[in-house]
């Protein structure tokens, strides 16, 4: 899937789990290039930058990155993208090698296996972590509350989940003496990890700014 497709997927994600987060009003909406100092901004928090301003910069003229929460939200929806598209490329390179007799190459029919598990419980948490900030962005939050708090710690567990099971796929390669294929998909899965760590700092963030912005 090329980079363009990947945004397009994002972009659909974005308007099915938060469709009111195209409509800002234009009177409020700012312009790209401070748009972009935001996200580069945002990013200094995280382990991955320059990635995080790559991926971000992407969405700076939609007027879906006004904020923490918006921040957020497309930071999940790149991650779960690129898990998706990871995990069916790995279907497609087991199923090519399925009936291989080669010891070698058996055991890593085995490894690309034990990945697309992996991978598969990273869509299925980041998934739910998307559903599950838009259960949040519905209800009106003046105050901090046990609800809140449940809610966000159910995020924060989740894409921690996803991102140990996208790390756990990078670690059953080999980090030397690979073989192009089994190069490129450790790059695939490290970089899901990457956008997933990056997308839980800001989990983090949106979470100190709505404590922060409480009212009393």
Same mark, same amino acid.
């Given at each position: 899937m090329s980079p363009f497709n990947i945004t397009f997927l994002v972009t659909i994600f974005l308007s099915l789990f938060f469709p009111t987060l195209g409509k800002v009003d234009p009177? =409020?909406? #700012?312009?790209?290039?401070?748009? !972009?100092?935001?996200? +580069?901004?945002?990013? @200094?928090?995280? =382990?991955? #930058? +320059? !990635?995080?301003? #790559?991926?971000l910069s992407k969405f700076a003229s939609t007027n879906e990155?006004?904020?923490?929460?918006?921040?957020?939200?497309?930071a999940l929806s790149i991650s779960l993208a690129r898990a998706i598209?990871?995990?069916?490329? !790995? &279907?497609? &390179?087991?199923?090519n090698n399925n009936n291989n007799n080669d010891r070698k190459k058996r055991r890593e029919?085995?490894?690309?296996?034990?990945? &697309?598990?992996? !991978?598969?419980?990273s869509v299925d948490q980041l998934s739910q972590s998307i559903k599950e900030l838009r259960r949040m962005n519905n209800k009106s939050r003046s105050t901090i509350n046990d609800d809140f708090l449940w809610h966000? @710690? @159910? &995020? +924060?567990?989740?894409?921690?989940?996803? =991102?140990?099971d996208a790390s756990s796929c990078v670690y059953a390669f080999p980090g030397h003496r690979m073989s192009k294929r089994t190069a490129s998909i450790r790059g695939k899965a490290m970089n899901v990890a990457q956008v997933t760590s990056n997308a839980l700092a800001f989990i983090h963030k949106y979470m100190e700014a709505a404590t922060r912005n409480t009212k009393p």
């Open positions: 009177t =409020l909406s #700012r312009p790209k290039s401070q748009t !972009l100092s935001y996200i +580069e901004s945002s990013c @200094n928090g995280t =382990l991955y #930058r +320059e !990635l995080c301003i #790559r991926s990155i006004d904020g923490p929460q918006h921040l957020a939200h497309v598209h990871t995990k069916n490329f !790995l &279907v497609g &390179v087991s199923n029919y085995q490894t690309i296996q034990d990945c &697309v598990n992996q !991978l598969s419980d966000i @710690n @159910n &995020v +924060e567990t989740w894409v921690s989940t996803a =991102l140990t």
